[in-house]
């Protein structure tokens, strides 16, 4: 537990119904005279959805913008040199990202290469830029990575196939907007991945070796929300409730994470993302009880205050079998709301794993995992 920290958010970070209508006014009070939006296809044509939404505020507020629709899932170098390319031409001064992890991270990848260089693979690690970005609005659709208030961007290299993460304050954007009627369409799929990578996002700083003693608060409380709500947000995507619960949840464990950080599950996750291409959220969950069964030994009692958030009954019962019941928790989680149970659904092949778990063991996260694995361990 750290009890002398820096905790770092965006200094201004919207969040409920229809906040979405404020950004023009924002954007204006910023001086963006305009800004590129950095989103996908399926956003960009959605009938009054969040990009349709954000035109027409900037509209109201009088001010142009170019749209780059590019992003991919697990964005990518080629992503992030297209729209500074674009960002040039069409002259623009600002960066608004509207999506998910996939979006805001494109966003500030491209922000880096206008202001720090053009050879992103260099600024991996933590706190190598130099520059400060362009002014960044991001707008999030997913209860999911929280990269909407973070400082971390993770790129994929395309010809290697390595996810590698740039750790700065100066990644983090300037506003963030959390409009939960933004999500209601998200499909059920998609709803479990990016809410289980809320979930881990909570779960992992709680553990980690860096947490202090704010980052707890919002951990527990993030996981007593996800656990209330993502199931019904699965089943019932239209629930305003569920949504708004879910969009608490990974506010507060991106403000968690962003502050005390990560863990194993993200640095082999990163490794599974690169290789095959899986979205990010089942990736997590598919590690998540393996790597925290591996964990439990190095802090019980925190497992048992995790059982508890999870609504596990722990009267009576031993550290040992309260905090096993927190990963079963886990795992029942998991299940209810259809995450695979192998790691071979989404492809991975065993001749892969050693390459994977020596590149997991230099993964950022890596470091404040409360546990020390070996390789081995890792492949295993
Ligand atoms: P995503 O951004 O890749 O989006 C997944 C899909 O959901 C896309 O096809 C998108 O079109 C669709 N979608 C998004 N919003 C929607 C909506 N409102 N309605 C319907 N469909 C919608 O998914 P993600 O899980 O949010 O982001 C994953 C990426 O974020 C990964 O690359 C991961 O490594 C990264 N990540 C970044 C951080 C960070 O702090 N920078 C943290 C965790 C993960």
């Not at 960002?87 to 720090?116: E, F, M, Q, V, W």
């Not at 527990?220 to 708004?244: P, W, Y």
Request: aromatic fraction near 6%; proline fraction near 6%; charge should be negative.
């Amino acid at each position: 537990m750290k009890t002398n920290f820096d905790f770092l958010m965006p200094s201004v970070n919207f969040f409920g119904a229809g906040v979405i209508q404020k950004i023009g006014e924002r954007a204006k009070m910023l001086k963006c005279q305009h800004p590129l939006i950095i989103t996908d296809q399926f956003l960009e044509k959605m009938p009054q959805g969040p990009v349709a939404q954000t035109i027409a505020s900037l509209t109201a507020a009088g001010i142009p913008y170019t749209v780059y629709d590019g992003v991919e899932p697990n964005p990518k170098i080629h992503n992030i040199q297209a729209a500074s390319k674009l960002y040039r031409a069409a002259s623009c001064d600002s960066l608004i990202t509207i999506g998910g992890g996939s979006a805001h991270d494109t966003g500030k990848g491209t922000g880096i290469l206008l202001t720090n260089g053009s050879d992103i693979s260099q600024f991996a690690g933590i706190e190598k830029l130099t520059n400060p970005l362009p002014t960044l609005l991001a707008v999030n659709t997913t209860a999911g990575t929280g990269s909407e208030l973070t400082r971390h961007c993770v790129i994929t290299n395309e010809a290697t196939h390595l996810k590698f993460v740039i750790v700065s304050w100066r990644n983090m954007p300037t506003v963030s907007f959390n409009d939960p009627l933004l999500m209601l369409d998200v499909p059920p799929r998609m709803t479990a991945a990016t809410g289980m990578d809320a979930f881990v996002q909570a779960i992992e700083p709680y553990i980690s070796t860096n947490r202090n003693p704010i980052t707890d608060g919002q951990c527990l409380q993030a996981i007593k929300l996800i656990e209330h709500s993502l199931r019904t947000a699965v089943a019932d995507g239209h629930n305003v409730q569920a949504r708004t619960e879910m969009a608490e949840a990974e506010m507060l464990a991106g403000m968690a994470f962003n502050n005390a950080d990560l863990g194993y599950v993200h640095a082999m996750a990163h490794q599974l993302g690169g290789q095959y291409d899986a979205p990010h959220g089942v990736c997590c969950a598919l590690l998540l009880p393996t790597v925290e069964e591996f964990n439990l030994i190095a802090c019980p009692e925190r497992f048992v205050d995790l059982a508890k958030a999870m609504g596990e009954n722990v009267a009576g019962l031993s550290t040992r079998d309260a905090a096993e019941l927190a990963i079963k928790a886990m795992r029942q989680l998991a299940d209810d709301v259809g995450i695979p149970h192998s790691i071979q659904a989404i492809g991975a092949k065993p001749e892969d794993f050693e390459m994977m778990a020596t590149n997991a063991l230099k993964d950022g996260n890596a470091f404040s995992n409360p546990r020390k694995a070996t390789r081995q361990q890792i492949v295993q």
